[in-house]
């Protein structure tokens, strides 16, 4: 959590000194924009990949600076891949096994390098509340429900498709803090991951 502290100080620097550049965000010259975005990332527990797909959106300022919100769910229902609980809550006896599921949502800042550029890239932070869930797949009876913290640095790759589309690719460190789940620890929900958004607005 300290690297992620460090980074979220880093990005914090970026945006007091464009603030600083254009004196407030609400006066002056500043310019003012927005998007929402569908996007998908891929993660892993324990070795088992999944999808999962969410939504982001922001308020972007100055062309240079965003401030937004995003959720994401586990992609369960999209594919026939099953991702299950640990071990350490199976039943003994054969039957339906506990399935894993999990979703998250926060707030995120993001800070774009030369964005009247075709290609370019930028700095993000996600961080927020992560919900872990063991459920019985026959009647959907939750197991157990658990919620963590988290915090996802990352570094996009963006596209400007139109004046008002944009697609980027993700490169993502999860940290997670607080995990309390059977079988679970922090270190099994954190590490890279990737992302990839379609975006539509005001750029």
């Not at 460090?6 to 500043?30: D, H």
Request: aromatic share 16%; net charge negative.
């Amino acid at each position: 959590m300290k690297k992620a502290l460090l980074l979220i100080f880093m990005l914090a620097s970026i945006v007091l000194s464009e603030m600083e550049e254009k004196q407030t965000l609400t006066r002056g010259n500043a310019q003012h924009g927005g998007f929402i975005a569908a996007s998908v990332t891929c993660a892993n527990v324990k070795d088992a990949w999944y999808g999962m797909y969410g939504f982001r959106m922001g308020w972007i300022v100055n062309r240079h600076f965003s401030l937004g919100a995003a959720y994401f769910d586990m992609a369960k229902y999209l594919t026939h891949y099953k991702v299950y609980a640990p071990d350490a809550v199976q039943p003994q006896q054969d039957g339906n096994y506990y399935l894993f599921d999990t979703n998250k949502a926060g707030i995120e800042f993001e800070y774009y390098f030369t964005p009247e550029k075709q290609a370019h890239f930028s700095l993000a932070i996600l961080m927020g509340v992560g919900h872990v869930i063991y459920e019985e797949p026959a009647y959907f009876e939750a197991l157990i429900d658990d919620r963590h913290l988290f915090v996802e640095p990352t570094v996009n790759i963006n596209f400007n498709i139109s004046e008002y589309v944009k697609v980027n690719i993700g490169f993502i460190y999860r940290f997670v803090s607080g995990v309390k789940a059977p079988g679970l620890q922090d270190g099994n929900l954190s590490g890279f991951t990737a992302s990839s958004s379609l975006a539509v607005g005001i750029f």
